[in-house]
């Protein structure tokens, strides 16, 4: 190989290969690394996802959410949301999802319960539409949902795809389960 990461036909050469120890030995330390791990102590975490619960359920937002603590040698140090989400994420015996999902539960009451005094005249100089746009971006509030929760039964399901489909049925159906009828193609 020529200077410049060139061979000898003037190209440029991919990456540095490793031999085969060296590879060895580089996957091998990489084995349980926690160096980018922010919380290793599992109390210090369950207490840092405890504190996250409790903002949530306090009707604030997750991105607001910054947790201090200080390690064993005195560093000061802090966590946001995204790094005790990815925690919980890898220990689930330690930070409980069901804690999260209550908290999610509990801010959802505390707005609910702030549009209901609004309603009752309770809450002095507020305004509707504001409280609208909060439920509408924190919660999706009034958004369409793509998941139906009416029950069709397949018979009529399948006339509205002949329907659709140009698909004209001569007989009635006699009954849910049972069908007399023909279909004809336009």
Request: with cysteine; charged share 30%.
């Amino acid at each position: 190989m020529k200077n410049n990461g060139k061979n000898e036909k003037g190209q440029f050469v991919k990456g540095r290969k490793f031999m085969e120890e060296e590879s060895k030995k580089h996957a091998e330390s990489m084995i349980g690394n926690q160096n980018a791990v922010k919380l290793k102590d599992e109390e210090v975490l369950f207490t840092a996802y405890s504190a996250y619960c409790q903002w949530i359920a306090t009707g604030r937002g997750k991105q607001g959410f910054v947790f201090d603590y200080e390690k064993e040698d005195g560093t000061k140090c802090f966590v946001t949301w995204q790094a005790i989400e990815r925690c919980a994420q890898k220990n689930p015996t330690v930070c409980h999802p069901d804690h999260k999902e209550r908290a999610e539960n509990l801010a959802y009451q505390v707005w609910e319960n702030t549009g209901i005094e609004m309603m009752t005249g309770k809450l002095e100089k507020c305004q509707p539409a504001v409280y609208q746009m909060m439920m509408r971006n924190k919660f999706s509030w009034d958004k369409e949902s793509k998941v139906s929760h009416t029950y069709e039964t397949d018979a009529r399901k399948f006339m509205k795809y002949c329907e659709n489909a140009n698909i004209h049925v001569n007989d009635v159906i006699v009954d849910e389960g049972t069908s007399n009828s023909s279909c004809e193609m336009d």
